[in-house]
């Protein structure tokens, strides 16, 4: 890509978008023409093309180096731009990604703000330097996640709308980057939208409201800025994203009976937030749209972030509440009477369980097991199976005897994998996105175009051969579900775990005597040790393993592991003759394993295993 005659330096935290409006307007430029110097939009393309949201959350390599070479910046400059880093911190990012639906597209959840973000007026106006004077301040790339609702900064709620055009009145989910990227000589902190009276069409003025010079934004309590601090201390991506994820999705499925019971909750709001929030759901419920449709409203986050950052402030109160058990099962109570109100809360239920923590599937237990609906979700009459009966990594035994015969060309580890999803597909009526979630399957490692001929590499039979095996192992699991264990307890149960120390020294107590060298036995190979145990209980794929123990270790010192894990892997899992010390350390290891599913099985653990030193 050809450099451009002059760039600009990032601003600290500035998104894609903000920083292609600010490059255009340096160079007196539509910010379209920039796209299409820099490789965001192809140079061949005819009239205006929008810029996919896709840009911002999970750019192809190549166009972020083109962007980068064309732009004088890094690669990780270029990269810093993006939401691609908090993809393990952010759910909602998580269930943008993956295999595009229908026609190479896949819309963004409602909880990710991608062509309209709020925004803080301060901050649009720079702080005074000479580049910021002339191009404004960022638009920064956090205003487009739904739990970023105050700058911290400024102490102020983030504004979602012009103040003069009232734009946008709605946020569909996968709107474009950037509202007329063809308008030329727009200040970066201009509204783009149409002015009032100029109708919609592409030729008409823009709106041109100067965002950084509106009126003092509503000043949040000292409470909810601690609570923003805290969230966005939570998405810093130096940190475990597991526990974001758990954290996040709490507030949001919380946030989700709040909508649905409203205004049950309102006791636990701010006074003076009552309002905006009381307007917010009278302006939902007597929506048309919204009317019938109980899940829009649990699922789909407050544009105006005041009523964002109050509704996230009550869940938060809720779920650290002395009795938030009590509270949320009243709140469930008074929300989900009928059976198709029940069968909507299970739908929004299902989508999220899969990053959401213990204790509120704890919580939601009872719900689960109690509800009408989940009959009707978790043993459809048509498979007759649940996505608990199924492992995340396909049983070897089902494999050889419903696959190998039909001989789908693809490694054995991709097919089982496969295979995996789409059985939980079947069951959960949900995409393979979905339920590779459930399943605790990272999102980049789901193979595009499972049901595309492509992938099938050139095998035409191969698609309709693996939909025939699908169906007669699903009949069978079918069959046989009153056998199986409930995988997804065990995952739960499992995650982020670690062979504790003591068990690990009664464990090693037990291996022979070696002549001459001894085995190390440090806490890389107990980290490997409970890899193993968490396959065998869990039936998840190795490589998806939780390494609590490697990722508290230092740079240095996880890379030595990472790169010594695979030989210690074979050892202890893969070799047919491993040896004495491998061969009696993977049946002390089975031993174990199979003792502690049968403990989580029959719910025998002590009341503190999860808190247990490792």
Not at 70 to 80: F, G, I, P, V
Not at 289 to 314: E, Q
Request: charged letters at 25%; glycine letters at 8%; proline letters at 9%.
């Amino acid at each position: 890509m050809r450099p451009l005659p002059r760039s600009l330096d990032p601003l600290p935290g500035e998104s894609l978008p903000g920083y292609v409006l600010r490059l255009a307007h340096r160079l007196d430029l539509a910010p379209s023409d920039v796209a299409r110097r820099t490789g965001l939009l192809p140079t061949d393309g005819q009239g205006l093309v929008n810029l996919s949201h896709r840009l911002l959350i999970n750019p192809a390599p190549d166009t972020l180096a083109g962007f980068a070479a064309a732009t004088r910046l890094s690669h990780e400059e270029a990269a810093a731009l993006t939401l691609s880093g908090l993809s393990d911190h952010y759910p909602p990012l998580a269930l943008s990604l993956g295999p595009p639906r229908g026609a190479g597209y896949r819309r963004p959840d409602h909880w990710l703000f991608t062509g309209a973000p709020r925004y803080c007026p301060q901050c649009l106006a720079g702080d005074g330097s000479v580049i910021q004077q002339a191009h404004g301040g960022p638009w920064k790339k956090e205003w487009h996640l739904a739990v970023v609702f105050a700058c911290l900064e400024h102490e102020c709620f983030l504004e979602h709308q012009c103040p003069t055009c009232r734009r946008p009145d709605r946020r569909p989910a996968g709107g474009p980057l950037l509202i007329r990227p063809g308008a030329r000589r727009l200040h970066p902190a201009q509204c783009r939208f149409p002015a009032p009276d100029s109708g919609r069409g592409p030729q008409g003025k823009a709106c041109g409201t100067r965002l950084d010079l509106t009126g003092t934004p509503m000043r949040p309590s000292r409470k909810l800025l601690g609570l923003q601090r805290d969230l966005l201390g939570e998405l810093d991506p130096a940190l475990p994203g597991a526990a974001t994820t758990e954290s996040l999705t709490d507030l949001r499925m919380v946030m989700g009976f709040i909508a649905a019971s409203w205004p049950r909750s309102r006791y636990l709001l701010e006074p003076d937030l009552l309002d905006c929030v009381n307007a917010y759901f009278r302006a939902g419920k007597n929506s048309p749209a919204d009317r019938h449709n109980r899940v829009s409203l649990m699922n789909t986050a407050p544009a105006d972030a005041a009523v964002c950052g109050a509704l996230i402030g009550v869940a938060d109160s809720l779920l650290f509440a002395t009795n938030s058990e009590q509270r949320i099962m009243s709140l469930f109570e008074v929300s989900f009477g009928t059976h198709d109100s029940r069968m909507s809360w299970f739908r929004f239920f299902a989508r999220h369980q899969g990053t959401c923590s213990q204790q509120l599937r704890e919580i939601l237990k009872p719900l689960v097991k109690a509800t009408p609906a989940t009959v009707d979700r978790f043993v459809p009459r048509g498979p007759g199976f649940a996505p608990h009966h199924i492992p995340a990594f396909l049983e070897q035994d089902w494999h050889d005897r419903f696959i190998r015969p039909a001989s789908i060309p693809l490694d054995q580890r991709i097919v089982r994998r496969c295979a995996a999803i789409q059985l939980v597909c079947r069951a959960a009526h949900c995409d393979t996105h979905e339920a590779a979630l459930l399943l605790g399957i990272p999102i980049d490692k789901i193979p595009a175009g499972i049901d595309d001929e492509r992938f099938w590499i050139g095998a035409r039979d191969a698609p309709t051969d693996f939909r025939i095996a699908m169906t007669e192992l699903g009949l069978h699991v079918g069959e046989h579900r009153d056998r199986l264990p409930d995988y997804q307890r065990r995952r739960d149960f499992l995650r982020n775990w670690v062979l504790p120390q003591n068990d690990w020294r009664e464990v090693t107590a037990q291996l022979p005597r070696t002549i001459g060298k001894q085995p190390i036995l440090d806490d890389r190979k107990r980290q490997v040790a409970s890899i193993f145990i968490w396959t065998r209980v869990t039936g998840g794929e190795h490589l998806f393993a939780p390494r609590p123990l490697e990722h508290d270790q230092p740079h240095h010192i996880r890379q030595a592991w990472a790169a010594r894990r695979p030989t210690t892997w074979h050892q202890l899992a893969g070799r047919s003759d491993p040896g004495p010390h491998y061969a009696t350390l993977r049946r002390l290891l089975g031993e174990y394993a199979d003792d502690l599913a049968e403990e989580i099985d029959a719910d025998a653990l002590p009341a503190n295993w999860h808190t247990r030193p490792r």
